[in-house]
């Protein structure tokens, strides 16, 4: 019945994530029904839905979290999480809670780099407790970037930051994937945010995908565009939001 | 427009005076200088009977006397190192207790049970049964500490293992943390401040299972220097008895709490915010 998640290299297909037929249930309650999902080495997807539309159960099997569910879902070995909370050990200082399961000497260095790159350098020795939102989140993808993910899976990471802050960690993400070039599954309910940063905006809708559309929009993403508006309205509907709504 | 001043300017401010001079510190010695100076007051007017209650004078002229022959040292050696003792004994085997039946399904089915039904008695009720297991000597007043402070460190360290934030434990599998890791920097730091807690519930019992047993059965000890005082009424040892087991539950404390803050500098900061 339940498949576990098999390396991509088993079924030697090009994709960094080959998901077929999935199926999930919690009880009664079917949240998953039949998800079709292909993801290509150094594809950024974003996956929108509602809330309870299964959005983070899809994430949490990508991650294997999840193991008890049916279908097929191949995933690269490598893989990274973030969550919405920053979830860094109180009792670690930033550096360690980067370096959260790596081994090495070289790990330390390397941490410090990631730690560089996110722009929280002069972080790396004070205490989680003593972070702002926006900074918590930076050390988590530190702690997700320092793993080399092929696959980077983020669930609502910008959700509980303020809008400023939101926009500048957009910014962020996008430099830090142009450079490591991860496949990225991004569970999100914001829709611009989705097409600011995805090449590809899914909706998930009762379990199924509902829409799959590809962002074909210049690098710098003008949210003033017709082209950004129209992507925004076809989504929005798809979500069930009316337009006296939007 | 009219503007409201929010500080008389040109005034002096007592309070920030005060507070620049750590002034605001000796406020709390008020009270207690007050009541012992109506101590002194009503033992001098004969209000208070020596044979009651000996005046602060007395009291600390009694101490004096004790420390120059030796006795007060001699004695309170004896009990500072059955507590030191029994409370060693008893904070790990209640902490291995706790982790023991935290990490393993197998120790809390065997070792939860017990311990919750064995805390419900009082370590003091042990007495008669410890006696007759151990004579009067020095092992029963250890064995009662052992038993008293085992159970707050191990019920304070049990709850917080048991406690930890599952989402932890799920970040940790995503970073492919192995079991032992796990542990080791997640488990057990986190379940830290709940043991702090528990040692310091221990550190305070421990004195007051000494205080009964010492006053039970003992040739030495500060319970046994306060018993030989009650037979020859001797109101000023007694109290002084009293003022070194109330420093001696202050002094523990505060060297607790010293050692909670520097094993655990990521919540005194946390406090300090």
Do not use: C
């Not at chain 2, 510190?25 to 100076?37: E, K, S």
């Not at chain 2, 009720?125 to 707050?152: D, N, Q, S």
């Amino acid at each position: 019945m339940a498949t576990d998640l098999r390396s991509a290299v088993d079924l030697e297909v090009p994709t960094a994530v080959a998901v077929r037929g999935l199926d999930k249930s919690f009880g009664a309650q079917h949240v998953l029904r039949g998800v079709d999902l292909g993801i290509a080495p150094g594809e950024f997807v974003a996956l929108l839905g509602r809330s309870g539309s299964g959005k983070s159960t899809l994430l949490r099997v990508l991650a294997g979290l999840d193991t008890d569910f049916d279908g097929e879902a191949a995933v690269p070995r490598r893989r990274a999480v973030a969550f919405q909370d920053a979830r860094l050990l109180p009792w670690k200082r930033v550096l360690d809670n980067v370096l959260l399961g790596q081994r090495g000497r070289a790990a330390r260095a390397k941490g410090l780099e990631t730690l560089d790159e996110v722009g929280l350098a002069d972080k790396a020795k004070a205490w989680p407790h003593t972070l702002s939102g926006g900074e918590g989140q930076r050390a988590a993808l530190a702690r997700a970037l320092v793993r080399e993910p092929e696959l980077l899976l983020l669930d609502e990471p910008f959700g509980a930051l303020d809008a400023l802050t939101r926009l500048k960690m957009h910014a962020l993400l996008r430099k830090l994937t142009a450079v490591h070039r991860p496949s990225v599954l991004l569970v999100t309910h914001d829709v611009e945010e989705a097409i600011v940063l995805a090449d590809r905006v899914l909706v998930l809708t009762e379990g199924r995908i509902s829409l799959d559309a590809r962002v074909e929009l210049p690098e710098q993403r003008p949210r003033r565009s017709p082209e950004f508006a129209d992507l925004r309205d076809r989504l929005l509907g798809e979500l069930g939001v009316g337009e006296s709504e939007r | 427009m009219t503007s409201i001043p929010i500080k008389n300017i040109g005034q002096i401010d007592f309070r920030a005076v005060a507070a620049r001079l750590r002034l605001d510190r000796l406020r709390i010695l008020i009270g207690p200088v007050a009541l012992l100076a109506l101590w002194q007051i009503g033992s001098a007017t004969g209000l208070v009977p020596e044979q009651t209650l000996a005046a602060p004078s007395t009291v600390i002229a009694a101490g004096a006397d004790l420390i120059e022959a030796g006795r007060l040292q001699e004695h309170l050696l004896v009990s500072l190192g059955r507590a030191a003792t029994g409370l060693a004994l008893g904070v790990t085997l209640g902490a291995v207790l706790a982790v023991v039946a935290g990490l393993f399904r197998l120790g809390e089915d065997f070792i939860d049970g017990p311990m919750q039904i064995l805390r419900a008695i009082p370590a003091l009720a042990l007495v008669p049964l410890a006696i007759v297991w151990f004579g009067i000597g020095e092992e029963v007043k250890v064995f009662l500490v052992v038993f008293a402070t085992a159970f707050p460190v191990y019920v304070n360290t049990h709850a917080a293992i048991r406690g930890l934030d599952p989402r932890f434990a799920e970040l940790a599998r995503t970073v492919e943390l192995g079991r032992f890791a796990l542990v080791r920097k997640v488990i057990l730091p986190g379940a830290l401040p709940g043991f702090f807690t528990g040692l310091r519930f221990a550190t305070a019992i421990s004195w007051l299972v000494l205080v009964v047993s010492e006053q039970i059965n003992a040739t030495s000890g500060i319970g046994y220097l306060m018993t030989q005082a009650r037979s020859f009424a001797q109101t000023d040892v007694i109290v002084v008895g009293l003022v070194v087991y109330g420093l001696l539950g202050l002094v523990s404390d505060r060297i607790v709490r010293l050692v909670e803050g520097r094993v655990l500098p990521w919540r005194r900061t946390f406090a300090a915010q």
